[in-house]
């Protein structure tokens, strides 16, 4: 066994211990947080894999779009509603908990079986390596085109539809429950900060601005 | 590709090296391997000692700007005061607050200053000149500072203080805003050199000196990726995550001693890192006004012999900081003479003007590359 063979070794393990013990942090952990973190962690170890598989644009884009737009979305959402709230106790707790560990153990034990039973083409083709961005590239612009293209259409359908959930004033009622949207959350037209004071005062309001006494 | 076949090989201390050593009697693995950590330590070296330098020049600069004489006492014209600012930094008390989460608040400063080195990785000073000629390049370097907001709303969550987790969030959102037109002005100059890879994109760049930089195909282009790797080193005028009158210092309040020490540093190998690669895609990287080949040519001189190659490969790298140093200056005087913008007008210019400009840079550009592949590296 050469010293390069060896050092991809230690690299598989730790990576692969990276991901396994991280992503059963994000699951058991109890504080949301650090769950969060923990999967900015299991991204990384996953980028790394990929590295060592001499994908290095896969990597590279997985480290952009997972750790960097959605990882960072999603802490960002937890901080800005992270309220402290007691939630109510759910009957049963330990029966659901037993229910969905049995279900979990379930798929992990059917993809073990598929893991072990399919014939994997080990070597599989030779690696592109650096000519991957190129083959990626040209896949994408011939025999990939329509999910490539689906893909977007998707995200544009997405992207419209986030934007009418988050603009409520072009509706009355909510969209979801039904109800009268609460005016107070309605966008105003901009409210200039700093208020003419020739105008303010002939409003006969205090002028926000006062300027030297 | 085509580009590199042309241009000579230049200076190459790697492949001296291994021969060296296995003139001494090494395998090739052995020797590999005991070269493998020399660039990387000098590269580590010059960062730092490039913040040294970009410290004493800010406040130089600034005193300058503001009419007064600065730094003076410590060493000739004060050259040592960014060491005096360091060693006061290692020795002050490390303090995590009492309410603050130890883990959290000590791992946050780490997972900002790591991607930053890591991307001098792909940073050319020669044709042979970088730790590593990775395929992937310039992209790698993308992603790696999509990293940096992750540590940024570490630390600001775990301070436990309102004001650093504000200042968090606001790192992460300018982050995010501002690597979309930034990614979009790179993607323009990567069809043009139809590679990701930063020496390839020199390459492209030299043919004919100064007239060939792609500042002059681009300049639009080079405008938005200076307005944005400013608002990415959170620069004024986009300082807005430590904005002091607001946030007294933003994510950074709670830190002290050398975990401030690691922003601070993160923070200048940033701009320095982004300087380099603003020197990189738009002003010729390693790159003479007059290309060394038609000079050697002038003088009589072959590129190949030694001489000239260690010149040739000095050069390069004097001209590569030269171009970093003066935009460093430039977002230094930057600094100390712009005011700083609302966080609305911040997210504004981010959103709705650099975004579509530089979406209506990279169509343009593609027309013309269609239009013109003599001139737009068809």
Redesign the interface.
């Known amino acids: 066994m050469?010293?390069?063979s060896t050092i991809q070794q230690l690299c598989f393990l730790v990576l692969a211990a990276v991901v396994v013990v991280g992503a059963l942090g994000v699951v058991l952990l109890p504080n949301i947080?650090y769950s969060a973190?923990l999967l900015?962690g299991v991204f990384?170890g996953v980028a790394g894999l990929y590295l060592l598989l001499n994908a290095?644009?896969v990597a590279?884009?997985q480290?952009?779009v997972y750790?960097?737009?959605v990882?960072?979305?999603i802490?960002?959402a937890i901080?800005?509603v992270n309220k402290k709230e007691n939630l109510a106790a759910i009957p049963g707790l330990l029966l659901r908990r037993l229910l969905s560990g049995g279900v979990c153990a379930g798929l992990f034990v059917l993809l073990l079986r598929v893991a072990f039973t399919t014939h994997w083409a080990l070597p599989g083709p030779l690696p592109v390596?650096?000519?991957?961005?190129i083959r990626i590239g040209e896949h994408l612009f011939s025999d990939y085109l329509l999910p490539f293209e689906l893909a977007s259409v998707l995200l544009l359908m997405a992207m419209i539809g986030a934007i009418v959930l988050a603009r409520r004033d072009v509706y009355s009622s909510d969209v979801i429950t039904g109800e009268p949207v609460d005016q107070g959350l309605i966008e105003k037209t901009r409210t200039p900060l700093l208020i003419d004071p020739s105008a303010a005062t002939a409003a006969g309001a205090q002028p926000l601005l006062e300027t030297t006494p | 590709m085509e580009t590199t076949t042309l241009v000579s090989s230049g200076l190459d201390l790697q492949a001296s090296f291994v021969d060296t050593l296995q003139g001494l009697g090494l395998s090739p693995?052995a020797a590999r391997?005991l070269w493998l950590p020399l660039p990387m330590v000098t590269v580590l070296v010059a960062a730092v000692v490039g913040v040294l330098v970009n410290v004493w020049l800010e406040r130089k600069i600034s005193a300058a700007v503001q009419q007064r004489i600065g730094p003076e006492y410590a060493g000739p014209l004060g050259v040592l005061q960014p060491m005096a600012d360091g060693l006061k930094l290692v020795f002050k008390e490390d303090i995590i607050p009492a309410r603050a989460d130890g883990l959290?608040f000590t791992l946050g400063p780490v997972l900002v200053l790591v991607p930053v080195i890591l991307s001098w990785l792909v940073v050319p000073f020669g044709q042979n000149l970088l730790i590593s000629n990775?395929?992937?390049g310039i992209?790698?370097w993308?992603?790696?500072s999509?990293?940096q907001?992750?540590g940024l709303?570490?630390s600001g969550?775990s301070s436990n203080n309102k004001y650093s987790?504000l200042g968090?969030?606001r790192a992460?959102?300018q982050?995010?805003s501002y690597?979309i037109p930034l990614a979009l002005a790179v993607l323009a100059i990567v069809m043009m050199s139809n590679s990701?890879s930063t020496v390839d994109i020199v390459n492209q760049q030299n043919g004919a000196g100064i007239l060939s930089w792609n500042i002059w195909r681009q300049p639009v282009g080079f405008v938005i990726f200076w307005i944005c790797a400013l608002a990415e080193c959170e620069r004024l005028p986009f300082d807005l995550p430590e904005a002091e009158e607001e946030l007294v210092a933003g994510y950074q309040t709670e830190y002290s001693g050398m975990k401030f020490a690691l922003f601070y540093l993160g923070s200048y190998i940033n701009l320095v890192l982004s300087a380099l690669m603003v020197s990189v895609l738009y002003l010729g990287g390693w790159g003479f006004p007059v290309p060394v080949e038609w000079l050697a040519g002038w003088l009589g001189q072959s590129v190949d012999a030694p001489v000239v190659q260690v010149i040739t490969a000095s050069t390069g790298i004097v001209m590569t900081v030269l171009k970093a140093y003066l935009l460093v200056f430039f977002a230094i005087l930057l600094r100390w003479t712009v005011p700083r913008v609302r966080i609305d007008q911040l997210l504004d210019l981010g959103w709705k003007f650099l975004l579509p400009i530089a979406l209506v840079n990279l169509l343009v550009t593609a027309a013309l590359k269609l239009a013109f592949p003599m001139a737009f590296g068809g």
Do not use: R
Not at chain 1, 129 to 133: D, F
């Open positions: 050469t010293l390069a947080v973190f900015g990384l290095s644009f590279a884009a480290i952009l750790v960097g737009a990882n960072v979305l802490l960002f901080m800005l390596g650096e000519e991957a961005t | 693995g391997l959290l990775v395929g992937v992209f790698l993308i992603s790696l999509s990293i907001p992750i709303l570490m969550y987790l968090g969030l992460a959102a982050s995010i690597e990701l």
